[in-house]
């Protein structure tokens, strides 16, 4: 299978250029160009093309060496099958080091050419000239590559000295060439890899350790306790639970359905171990163990430092940070004995197969790595290790496996961009010059082993210590006396490359501290640098940049004038990318001038604009260099600015795009690229060069703008205020504290026993005193059973008008399971008494009510009295269904007579003592039921009668929106004013609603209709339903629901008045409150903002308004607490769209921020709730439903 | 979940899926319909990779079940063109070579496909506005607010053809 030419002889010859192989390829050979008798070239190339457009890039070197138009050469990336392994595709070499047998390659098989079409014409070689494959001389004799070729198969051995073209004459390289694969994507007809869909795959998705990104120590690989392969049973289509140490993977023939099994599938797993206290990076660098190792020591430098007139110490600190692919890592393996073939979009497919024949004991022969682009991972992400977990799936079931990460996997697991500690010992001379400059940097990240190896026990968990964090060390400017220390150390939590490596640190620390030394000196930044960059083509390109942006001297720092409360300031650093293995290459130059505008009261930056200049030597494709600067220009801003990977003591924590935001298309700078023309000097990597000056010119352009100067990224909003308020000599301002919080509503259904219990005991003996009185008088006894009533017996319009009485009476709601047949029972009500099951209420004669008479269904709706004399819980709400009418009851009986009898036994409850205790509910009932029918108010409208009798009626609103006693009976004295059901708040339908705009008929009956009022928001959690099965009633019913309701309200405000108070609560809440949680604000942002920002772009359902929200601004955070964590799966109408549930992505903490923000955001008038975590906490652990 | 027979118009395709109620349309679109356009990003309607058109509003298939789906009118990247008869928003797209990696590509000419619905000729803040909440990691917003500006000058174009 190493032989490139088997799958390919179908046409009649060829010439390839090869090379043997090296070793573990079986003694075939590495083919980098082939052209067929066609005149079709084929250009292969060991590396991947990770969105940069190296494949355009090479495809122009190739055509530009043999001679072709660009068009006809096809280059092939990454296949282990068919490409030379020429390594990972890391540190902007593909086109400085890998291109160069490629090119040799095209040019040898040109000269080959030439030479045999100078014997086919008799013409000399120099007579001879080539356009597009056709080599032509006099008298019109002319013969194409593919007639030289014909029948033949051709191989040529690669050689390295190569006569090559003469930049001079270069056509096609150096040309703007538009990329090849962009009309493919922008269509959806390129296969990325997770578009790959090979015959019978199926679909799998892992379960990771609670460890999320930690990937050394003893307990890796030997955490999991047990797997419960029952929990899963009911998934439909699952084919395999697969464990293997800790490694966990579930395969379903549907892709929702790995989904559905991979978060059901219940697992045990031991504690995870403590991680160092990542908040504070310094000191967990400082105590990681290390080894140094001096990279450059020239003069005495402790003795210059000693010397110093101004000693000038400092200390940088750069945070985790992700790659933060866009599409979470996919894979597709297809294991089988002898040939294994992956599809995968690793950056490095030689050395993932060799990863793969450690873990699966194969020869590296039997295995075939097809790279596939994927999105881009920028260094090493998770491709690696999804594809390995898809060829240990694929093996456990014989069959072909995909598997896709989820975000949350990506995030907590892709391998991180380290954190770095920079340190500099300096100080200035007298007269300004440099006294000394040592410096040490520390940055604990190796190659992060494919995941698997480590989870199965393949590979032992022991950090390997890679020496990378001496990536630009050295600065570029020649001090006297410089030291140089590399502490190389292992990974504190899971780490390895990402773009730019360990230079950006280094150079954030380099390019600061010159600039601090710049500003005590006195001299103007720029010309500092100048008077010790000693590198030509550096010299030329900062005066370059300088000119560009206009820069003007500044030797003394000037307070700018402020804009109100921003001002601004311009920051500039240079850098040159030093990349692999000391003391490494230089790529690209680059240089930055950033301008910020700060915000002194917000603590926000933004960059407004970037001068980015950059010396690439020759540039093959223009256009592509200028891309690759713009995006490492705002890749890096975004990094600077906003971009910290949050850890709790255990794991990582950020598992989404609100906890890691990365820059949106408001704050991208405006960019003006400079590209120096060197199209005479060598190419060099252009993928990285431009991010690594970023932190350091914002930093110098913040210290511009603010005098303050800021050594730790990100420059966040919360840093930046901590700064110029410790620079001020200010303390912290203090937040305006909110009044203190009444109580939280004492009508919250409690369970009695804890911390009731006085009171519980006095009514229960109350209830049990009633009770015997009760029984005396009224002895409840069994009505006889009937035979089914046959659904003949009552007209379509009574059945018809039943099945609107259901629909008012929510009967399904409750008494039908989730997913599980209409009305059959078995839905567990979470009562503070313990969990009541509701009953199976269809016809069937067992199990349901289909020997129920209508006397026995009338005396249970009425007196909450089973047919067989038992009594009934008030969980079923036939204190308020006995206002029902006789002839609703009986077209309700004839419904439900009429409907499918469904077989189904209902669960026994399990009640806490002494409330299993069925008889005394009899004192219940004589304490707090009233058996009347409804009695119309005659002072009142007949609408206002009719909605009263479908409220408290069958309707039963007040069994959840009024508060509870002890015994959990409604309390008459506050009939309508809040209460809970299920986790949630029933709010006040009185006046003591929380609303901030009053309700009104108009958006009650908007509210009741269609599941949403504009001014308050949607229906969600157990209300969601209850409107739902409204839809049955007529316009006229839910009218008459909304005048009774509205009868509670002070109605005072009209309609306009109503909409232009929205207005201003949504305007007043628009701009950002300074106090407000800053972790909070960001969740916000990234997760809730897209769907719930005032005026933002129209998405698929509707847009609630949190200002306007009631939930907000209750007394209680539960209903927000519910919804963030739950969502929104069923909605009254799929017109209003769905929520998505965070609670897998999201931790109590995190909720608890973004609750916070939200309230005193939305409704900054109200009090801030306290005990919101714990809180959190509860509704996170309640009995999801 | 109960399964039953799920009908979607997709592309102006009627097709029958069996699958649950509650599957997200993503799923459908790509395992079923086996269209690549629409891609998972995040599984939380956050960063906009897996946009289609329902009804010729911007959506998000990874947050939406088929259920909410029925009688509605989906159409994804495939739907507005191909590499041969590509839609004026795609064409923008290439022509302003608005990409890198190209897999938020996808949301991008979605979001700017709805607004251009909606707003035949949007301001520069329009078109930021519109894009907002589509996250692109490899920096590619310089390009891709060109392309969209480009589109809708060339859907002005169009229309006054």
Same mark, same amino acid.
């Given at each position: ?1029 409204? &839809? #049955?009633?007529?316009?006229? !019913?839910?009218?008459? %629901?909304?005048?009774?309701?509205? =009868?509670? $309200? /002070? *109605? ?76 929104? &799966? #069923?909605?009254?109408?799929? !017109?209003?769209?769905? %929520?998505?549930?965070?609670?897998? =992505?999201? $931790? /109590? *903490? ?36 | ?161």
């Amino acid at each position: 299978m190493t032989d490139p030419d088997a799958p390919m002889d179908v046409l009649p010859g060829s010439l390839s250029v090869v090379r043997p192989a090296g070793s573990g390829a079986n003694g075939g050979f590495e083919t980098f160009i082939k052209i067929t008798a066609d005149g079709s070239v084929t250009a292969f190339n060991g590396h991947v093309d990770l969105g940069t457009g190296i494949r355009t890039a090479l495809g122009q070197i190739v055509a530009e060496e043999l001679d072709v138009s660009f068009a006809r050469v096809v280059v092939v990336l990454g296949d282990t099958s068919v490409v030379p392994d020429q390594g990972a595709t890391i540190a902007s070499e593909t086109i400085q080091i890998t291109a160069v047998p490629l090119r040799n390659a095209a040019a040898q098989a040109r000269h080959f050419l030439v030479a045999q079409a100078a014997q086919r014409l008799e013409l000399a070689v120099e007579d001879l000239f080539i356009e597009d494959g056709l080599i032509r001389g006099r008298d019109n004799r002319s013969v194409s590559y593919g007639e030289l070729i014909s029948g033949e198969t051709i191989r040529i051995d690669l050689k390295d000295d190569v006569p090559v073209k003469a930049v001079s004459a270069y056509g096609i390289v150096g040309q703007s060439v538009p990329r090849t694969d962009l009309p493919a994507k922008a269509t959806g007809e390129l296969v990325y890899v997770h578009d790959v869909r090979v015959p019978s795959m199926l679909h799998g998705r892992v379960v990771r350790p609670p460890y999320a990104g930690v990937d050394a120590g003893a307990f890796v690989g030997t955490s999991l306790i047990a797997v419960d392969k029952a929990s899963v049973r009911d998934i439909p289509g699952l084919v395999a639970v697969v464990r293997i140490g800790d490694f966990i993977g579930v395969v379903a023939e549907r892709e929702e359905n790995a989904v559905k099994a991979a978060a059901q599938l219940k697992v045990s797993w031991k504690p995870t171990p403590t991680l160092p206290d990542l908040k504070d990076i310094e000191t967990a660098l400082r105590a990681n163990p290390s080894t140094p190792r001096t990279l450059i020591d020239k003069g005495n430098v402790d003795a210059a430092i000693a010397a110093a007139a101004k000693p000038m110490p400092r200390t940088y600190i750069w945070p985790y940070q992700m790659h933060g692919s866009i599409g979470p890592s996919c894979a597709v393996a297809d294991y089988r004995e002898g040939a294994v073939r992956v599809w995968s979009g690793t950056q490095n497919p030689h050395i993932l197969r060799a990863d793969l024949a450690l873990l699966l004991q194969r020869p590296e022969r039997e295995i075939d790595v097809i790279r596939l682009e994927a999105a881009g991972c920028y260094g090493r992400n998770c491709a690696d290790d999804v594809t390995a977990d898809a060829v240990l799936l694929s093996r456990a079931v014989g069959r072909p496996v995909r598997v896709q990460l989820t975000r949350e996997q990506e995030h907590a697991w892709e391998p991180k961009g380290t954190a770095q500690l920079m340190e500099v010992n300096g100080g200035l001379n007298a007269d300004g010059s440099v006294a000394g400059y040592d410096f040490a940097t520390r940055y604990p990240s190796n190659g992060a082993p494919t995941l698997a190896l480590l989870l199965t026990g393949a590979v032992a968990p022991v950090p390997a210590v890679f020496e990378m964090g001496d990536r630009t060390a050295i600065p570029p400017y020649d001090y006297d006396a410089i030291r140089v220390v590399a502490h190389d150390m292992p990974p504190i939590v899971r780490a390895s490359w990402f773009r730019g490596v360990s230079a950006p640190p280094n150079t954030f620390a380099h390019e600061s501290y010159i600039d601090e030394l710049a500003t005590e000196a006195g001299v103007d930044p720029i010309e500092y640098r100048l008077r010790y960059l000693k590198d030509e083509r550096a010299v030329d390109l900062v005066n370059a940049v300088a000119e560009r942006a206009g820069w003007t001297p500044r030797p003394v720092r000037k307070e700018p004038a402020a804009e109100g409360d921003i001002v601004r300031g311009r920051g500039f650093a240079y850098a040159l990318y030093v990349h692999s293995k000391f003391p490494g290459y230089g790529a690209a130059w680059s240089a930055w001038i950033a301008d910020v505008a700060v915000n002194k009261t917000t603590g926000d930056v933004s960059v407004t604009r970037v001068v980015a200049g950059q010396d690439s030597g020759l540039m093959i494709n223009p256009d592509g260099v200028r891309h690759q600067i713009h995006g490492n220009v705002i890749q890096s801003t975004s990094r600077a600015l906003m971009e910290e990977v949050s850890f709790d003591r255990h794991a990582v924590t950020a598992r989404e795009w609100g906890a890691y935001p990365i820059i949106k298309f408001p704050d991208v700078p405006r960019i003006d690229v400079l590209m120096l023309p060197r199209q005479d000097q060598p190419p060099l990597g252009v993928g990285e060069s431009a991010s690594v000056p970023s932190a350091a010119a914002i930093a110098n352009a913040i210290f511009d703008a603010t005098g303050v100067r800021f050594r730790e990224l990100p420059f966040t909003p919360e840093r930046i205020l901590a700064g110029l308020r410790g620079a001020q000599g200010v303390a912290p301002a203090p937040m305006p504290l909110a009044p203190p919080q009444p109580p939280a509503s004492t009508d919250r259904w409690k369970n009695p026993f804890a911390g009731r219990r006085g009171a519980v005991a006095t009514a229960a003996a109350l209830c049990v005193a009633v009770v015997g009185v009760a029984s005396a008088v009224l002895p409840w006894r069994s009505i006889a059973p009937i035979a089914r009533p046959d659904a003949s017996t009552w007209s379509a319009a009574t059945i018809a008008r039943g099945q609107q009485l259901a629909a008012l009476g929510d009967c399904a709601v409750c008494h039908t399971v989730a997913n599980g047949a209409i009305n059959a029972g078995g839905r567990a009500i979470e009562t503070p008494f313990g969990i009541i099951y509701a009953t199976n209420i269809t016809p069937d004669v067992e199990t349901g009510i289909g020997a129920w008479s209508y006397p026995a269904f009338e005396r249970a709706m009425r007196e909450g009295i089973h047919r067989d004399g038992r009594h009934l819980y008030p969980a079923f709400p036939y204190t308020h269904f006995a206002k029902t009418s006789d002839a609703d009851l009986q077209a309700l009986y004839a419904f439900l007579m009429a409907q499918p009898a469904v077989r189904a036994e209902t669960p026994a409850n399990t009640l806490a003592f002494p409330f299993n205790l069925r008889p005394l509910m009899a004192g219940w009932n004589a304490l707090f039921h009233q058996s009347g029918a409804f009695q119309p108010d005659a002072s009142q409208s007949a609408t206002w009668n009719r909605g009263a009798y479908l409220v408290e009626g069958l309707g039963h609103c007040g069994a959840c929106h009024s508060p509870r006693n002890a015994l959990g009976a409604e309390k008459a004295s506050a009939h309508l004013a809040g209460g809970f059901a299920e986790g949630w708040e029933a709010p006040p339908l009185t006046s003591l609603s929380h609303a901030p705009i009053p309700w009104s008929e108009d958006e009650l009956y908007a509210y009741l209709r269609t599941g949403e009022s504009r001014l308050h928001g949607v229906a969600a959690g157990p209300m969601a339903p209850v409107v739902k099965a409204l &839809a #049955a009633l007529p316009d006229q !019913d839910i009218r008459a %629901m909304a005048v009774y309701l509205t =009868s509670f $309200n /002070d *109605a005072a405000m009209d309609e306009p008045a109503r909409h232009a108070l929205g207005a201003r609560l949504e305007k007043s809440t628009g701009a950002r409150v300074v106090s407000a949680s800053p972790v909070g604000a960001r969740l916000y942002e990234g997760a809730c903002a897209v769907c719930h920002a005032v005026g933002g772009a129209p998405l698929f359902g509707s847009r609630p308004s949190l200002a306007l929200n009631s939930n907000l601004h209750s007394a209680v955070p539960d209903n927000l607490i519910q919804v963030i964590l739950h969502g929104i &799966a #069923a909605p009254v109408s799929s !017109d209003l769209g769905y %929520m998505p549930a965070f609670k897998d =992505s999201m $931790n /109590d *903490a995190q909720i608890a921020e973004l609750v916070t923000y939200l309230r005193r955001q939305f409704a900054p008038g109200k009090p801030v709730w306290t005990g919101v975590r714990a809180a959190v906490h509860l509704a996170r652990h309640r009995i999801s439903r | 979940m109960t399964q039953s027979t799920i009908r979607l118009t997709v592309n102006g395709r009627i097709h029958d899926i069996d699958a649950a109620a509650d599957t997200a349309l993503l799923y459908v679109l790509r395992n079923d319909l086996e269209l690549n356009g629409p891609k998972y990003g995040c599984g939380l309607g956050e960063c906009g990779a897996c946009a289609v058109l329902i009804d010729g509003v911007a959506a998000r298939a990874c947050v939406i079940p088929i259920e909410g789906c029925v009688g509605r009118d989906i159409v994804t990247l495939e739907g507005l063109g191909s590499r041969c008869n590509p839609d004026p928003v795609q064409q923008a797209f290439i022509a302003e070579q608005a990409a890198q990696c190209g897999y938020c590509l996808n949301g991008m000419i979605i979001s700017t496909k709805a607004l251009l619905n909606r707003t035949p000729h949007p301001s520069e803040a329009d078109v930021i506005e519109a894009l907002r909440f589509n996250l692109c990691r490899c920096g590619a917003h310089i390009e891709i607010m060109r392309a969209a500006m480009r589109a809708a000058g060339h859907l002005v174009g169009a229309a006054n053809r």
